[in-house]
């Protein structure tokens, strides 16, 4: 198994397909947009398989294919069926902002569905969603009412696939759709989870909301939430119930409660190079090793040698790119 220096058991590893996405999410991008990385510079589907096949025999069980927006890559879906089938992966999730979710439900066979469906959404009110994701398409008929989101969502249980809505509160900019974005669990067996803002790159100049006031908030309007431990996962969220809820909600508390003793997951990025840890340039470029034919038993060797030197902690710096780049 991978393990680092400080005897973290590495299990978990996110794989960023594309840095191309269709929103321009304030936290994510700055407002003069970015660069896309060359063509040429993006690790082909075949090249990501490879790199799976040698982690799972290391130990990783747990894939989550994320962006940019994994949906918008060519593929995806017979991709996300390669994946699925390699030896070791137990589960392979997919985090994406839901706006091609239909299309690919219309596209993909049955055995190219991931396990569990992540969907980040941080407003319900169409003006909020405009201003955090710089959605303008000329159409806002995509997300001016839940039934349009829930309508997805229902399709995704239909198939046993795990539903869970990302919303990343963020001060002056959605307070007023935690209660809204809460509710979504209350009619719909899903899970809504509360992620503080990470910050990274233009993150860094907006105001994190903690876990702790939004729990408060909640818990104003629906009661106390009772702790719950009884969902699968290789996350660090904590999960609670709500009375008369058929769903669960969920807080990743990055920042006001650190867990980066049990991190157990790694990145890569969609050019290649294995990020450690979030907040760290500390990696391995796995592309380069890969096009200047290394063997599989050397590509392994060097990815156990650098994990070993995963950081005790993150420690966020202005240098930081923004998670565009490193798979959000």
């Keep these: 198994m991978l393990t680092d220096n400080y005897g973290r058991t590495i299990n978990y590893l996110r794989v960023s397909i594309t840095d191309r996405c269709n929103l321009r999410c304030i936290y994510c991008m700055p407002p003069e947009g970015v660069k896309w990385k060359p063509h040429e510079n993006i690790l082909t589907f075949e090249e990501i398989l490879r790199l799976v096949k040698i982690m799972a025999a290391l130990g990783i069980k747990n894939i989550k ?73 000329g159409s806002s008929d995509v997300f001016s009412e839940p039934k349009v989101i829930l309508s997805v969502i229902d399709r995704l249980l239909e198939k046993q696939i795990t539903v869970k809505i990302n919303c990343v509160p963020i001060h002056s900019i959605n307070e007023e759709e935690i ?85 157990n997951r790694l990145r890569l990025t969609s050019d290649g190079f294995l990020k450690l840890c979030l907040s760290s340039d500390v990696g391995l470029d796995l592309r380069q090793l890969l096009r200047n034919g290394a063997n599989d038993s050397e590509v392994s060797q060097a990815i156990i040698k650098a994990v070993k030197n995963k950081p005790s902690s993150y420690k966020f710096s202005e240098n930081i790119e923004g998670m565009f780049k490193i798979g959000g």
Excluded: W
Aim: proline share 4%; with cysteine; hydrophobic share 40%.
């Design 65 to 137: 294919i994320t962006g940019g927006e994994p949906l918008l890559r060519k593929g995806a879906h017979s991709f996300l069926k390669d994946l699925k089938l390699i030896n070791g992966i137990e589960k392979v999730r997919l985090t994406t902002n839901g706006l091609l979710l239909n299309n690919f439900l219309n596209e993909a066979e049955e055995n190219a569905l991931p396990n569990a469906v992540n969907i980040s959404l941080d407003a319900l009110d169409i003006n909020r969603y405009k201003q955090i994701t710089g959605f303008n398409n």
């Design 179 to 263: 209660i809204p974005i809460t509710k979504l669990g209350k009619e719909k067996n899903i899970i809504v989870r509360f992620i503080e803002l990470m910050p990274i790159g233009c993150a860094s100049a907006l105001q994190c909301i903690s876990g702790t006031q939004v729990k408060e908030i909640i818990e104003k309007t629906f009661g106390a939430l009772v702790p719950f431990d009884n969902i699968s996962g290789s996350g660090p969220a904590v999960y609670y119930s709500l009375n008369g809820f058929k769903g669960k909600i969920g807080f990743i508390n990055a920042l006001s409660h650190s867990f980066c003793h049990t991190c």
